[in-house]
């Protein structure tokens, strides 16, 4: 069956250090989620990219779909305390309806 | 807009007993509803898709009287887990499919309920 693997699976930070999480399937997406939870939350809805090779901003967020629509990348620049969290990517296989895989998440903690 | 609620939000029960788990639209009309479950540090797991009005589709591995899952109205999907034993104690989430403007393909996500089974 589909898998959608995210690396690393844990990251610290110094605040203001950047952070990257990657995201990748084992098949072609239609498009593709990305989502944080909070410790103890639940998964809050970021962005989602549809198009091959989009790149999408929030703030200091950036969100990337790979031109074969297999990979994903969530880069924050100089993050901050707010940031903590697990961010998941979550795909959509065409054909497969309403249906999202969820990635395996990077837990990302943000040290003073 | 676009609120999902759960209820309960933590629920502590003996093995052997069933619980619900209620979902519900707030705001929006969700003619679907997903439920995933989500162990410590791990991702989450989608269980089922239920529709407005039919009959639920589930996950491989995921058993069918175990977890039942009616979705009565286009705003309430509930999960009762039947017979529950300690291995079924885990965050279960559910999501809704969102309204039309701000997305169809986007899911919101209720804040989960807690289940510890003795």
């Known amino acids: 069956g589909q898998q959608v693997m995210q690396i690393p699976q844990y990251q610290h930070v110094q605040e203001g250090e950047d952070f990257t999480t990657y995201c990748n399937s084992s098949?072609?997406?239609?498009?593709i989620q990305w989502y944080k939870q909070r410790p103890g939350g639940h998964p809050v809805f970021l962005i989602q990219l549809v198009k091959s090779g989009e790149v999408k901003k929030q703030k200091r967020l950036t969100f990337q779909f790979g031109e074969a629509k297999k990979n994903s990348s969530l880069h924050i620049t100089a993050t901050q305390t707010t940031d903590v969290g697990t961010y998941f990517c979550a795909g959509r296989v065409t054909g497969g309806g309403n249906k999202l895989t969820f990635g395996t998440g990077t837990q990302l903690k943000v040290e003073l | 807009g676009a609120v999902v609620s759960q209820h309960p939000s933590r629920v502590i029960c003996k093995s052997g007993t069933s619980v619900k788990i209620e979902c519900r639209s707030l705001?929006?009309?969700?003619?679907?509803m997903f439920w995933y479950r989500q162990f410590p540090k791990q991702s989450l797991m989608l269980m089922a898709t239920s529709n407005e009005g039919s009959k639920a589709t589930y996950e491989q591995g995921v058993e069918k009287d175990k977890f039942l899952i009616n979705h009565a109205s286009l705003t309430l999907s509930t999960l009762t887990v039947t017979s529950a034993h300690p291995e079924d104690s885990s965050f279960y989430i559910c999501?809704?499919?969102?309204?039309?403007?701000?997305?169809?393909?986007?899911?919101?996500f209720g804040p989960g309920t807690r289940l510890t089974v003795l």
């Open positions: 999501s809704a499919g969102g309204p039309q403007g701000l997305g169809t393909d986007t899911q919101y």
């Open positions: 098949t072609t997406l239609s498009n």
């Open positions: 705001d929006f009309q969700a003619t679907t």
